[in-house]
């Protein structure tokens, strides 16, 4: 029992290992712009999402 434990430990934190490394980061930049005759606005926003497989 002991034996296919380790057989199978070892893969398995490989692979964790692997797919941990594995991620990509993506960066937005919004900018929304509004106006009427009695206002005007700008507003802008930093985002970004992590992509994890």
């Known amino acids: 029992m002991k034996k296919i434990v380790r057989a199978l430990l070892l893969p398995g934190v490989m ?3 692997l797919t941990s490394c594995n991620t990509e980061t993506t960066h937005f930049n ?9 206002w005007s606005a700008v507003y802008g926003q930093t985002a970004s999402q992590k992509l994890i497989i």
């Open 15 to 17: 692979l964790m290992l």
């Open 30 to 38: 919004y900018t929304f712009k509004g106006e009427s005759e009695t």
